[in-house]
């Protein structure tokens, strides 16, 4: 089993920036990527960003491409999401998640953490 705690998740303006954590334990070894997805009320949950956890490869969404960063620190078993340029369509439910199947699967989740943007 892997657990995944986000944090950092808040209320901002328009246009200013938060950044996302999420710590990874228990089987880590067993993690191929990390995903970062966020779900609005009456939306789909869809995937924001992710990053494979040895080489580095990365995935973003054509929504946030160029506003939103995501990394990680395998020394820390952390991955984090930068955010700028925030929209209120941003504004969700933003989700950590943990691939071990390496076909996107994405097995674990963390419990979630509130972004809110206000225009």
């Known amino acids: 089993q892997v657990q995944l705690v986000e944090s950092g998740g808040g209320l901002v303006q328009a246009g200013g920036s938060l950044r996302l954590s999420c710590a990874a334990s228990?089987?880590?070894?067993?993690?191929?990527?990390m995903g970062w997805f966020r779900q609005a009320p009456g939306k789909e949950r869809e995937l924001v960003a992710a990053?494979?956890?040895?080489?580095?490869?990365?995935y973003y969404a054509g929504s946030v491409k160029g506003r939103f960063t995501i990394s990680r620190d395998n020394a820390k078993l952390m991955v984090y999401l930068q955010m700028n340029g925030l929209k209120p369509e941003d504004t969700a439910l933003y989700y950590c998640?943990?691939?071990?199947?390496?076909?996107?699967?994405?097995?674990?989740w963390g419990q979630g953490t509130q972004v809110t943007v206000s225009s």
């Open positions: 228990g089987r880590t070894f067993s993690i191929y990527a």
């Open positions: 990053i494979t956890w040895s080489g580095g490869g990365t």
């Open positions: 998640a943990a691939d071990s199947s390496g076909q996107g699967r994405y097995e674990y």
